[in-house]
C-alpha cells in the first residue's frame, strides 16, 4: 500500500464523521443555550414576537404530551440508537448532516430527560426558552430534531440524490 492509498478515508466514513460532527455542534449548541436560559432571571424581548423565557416541558417537542416525560424519555433512548445503526448506511452528505441535527437533537433533550428533575427514570424536564408567543416553546435540540428530519424525508423523496 502506497503511502497516497493510505491517506484516502472512505466516502462512507467521511459521511459518518459528517454525521458526527453534525451531532456534536448540535449538541454542544443545544446543552450551552439551555445552560444560559436556565441562568435567566426575566423574559429577553429579541425582535417581534421573538422572545427568550425559560420553560420547563415533561412532555415531548413544543409541549406535546405533556406529563408523559418517562415514556418519552425511553422512546428517544430508542430513537437514538436507531440513529446511531443508521449511520452505518447513510448514503449522501445530505443524509448525513440530517442525521447529525437529529441525534444532537434527540441526545441534548434526552441528557436534560437523565439530569434535569422530574420523576421517574428519564422524566426530567426538558429546558425550553425560545418562545415566538404564537407556537409552544421550544429549543435548539427540537430546531435540530425537526429541520434534520424534514431534510432526511426530503433527502428519501427527491430525484437524482447525490453524494
Known amino acids: 500500500?502506497?503511502?497516497?492509498?493510505?491517506?484516502?478515508v472512505p466516502p462512507v466514513r467521511l459521511r459518518r464523521r459528517l454525521a458526527g460532527a453534525t451531532a456534536v455542534a448540535v449538541l454542544a449548541f443545544d446543552q450551552l443555550t439551555k445552560a444560559w436560559a436556565r441562568s435567566l432571571e426575566e423574559t429577553v424581548e429579541v425582535v417581534g414576537s421573538l422572545q427568550?423565557?425559560?420553560?420547563?416541558?415533561s412532555g415531548a417537542a413544543f409541549s406535546l404530551f405533556e406529563g408523559l416525560?418517562?415514556?418519552i424519555g425511553v422512546l428517544?433512548?430508542?430513537?437514538?440508537?436507531?440513529?446511531?445503526?443508521?449511520l452505518r448506511s447513510v448514503s449522501n452528505r445530505t443524509a448525513a448532516l440530517a442525521v447529525?441535527?437529529?441525534?444532537?437533537?434527540a441526545i441534548g433533550n434526552l441528557l436534560d430527560r437523565a439530569l434535569q428533575p422530574g420523576d421517574g427514570f428519564l422524566g426530567g424536564?426538558?429546558?425550553?426558552?425560545?418562545?415566538?408567543q404564537w407556537w409552544p416553546v421550544f429549543n435548539v435540540a427540537d430546531i435540530g430534531i425537526t429541520v434534520g428530519g424534514?431534510?432526511?424525508?426530503?433527502s428519501s423523496i427527491r430525484p437524482g440524490?447525490?453524494?
Not at 52 to 57: D, T
Not at 100 to 105: D, I, Q, R, S
Open 161 to 163: 440524490r447525490a453524494s
Open 52 to 57: 427568550f423565557r425559560l420553560a420547563h416541558n
Open 1 to 8: 500500500m502506497t503511502a497516497t492509498e493510505e491517506l484516502v
Open 150 to 154: 424534514a431534510v432526511l424525508v426530503w
Open 125 to 132: 424536564h426538558v429546558t425550553d426558552f425560545i418562545d415566538l
Open 69 to 71: 416525560g418517562s415514556v
Open 76 to 86: 428517544a433512548l430508542a430513537i437514538v440508537a436507531v440513529l446511531v445503526v443508521m
Open 100 to 105: 447529525g441535527a437529529v441525534l444532537g437533537g
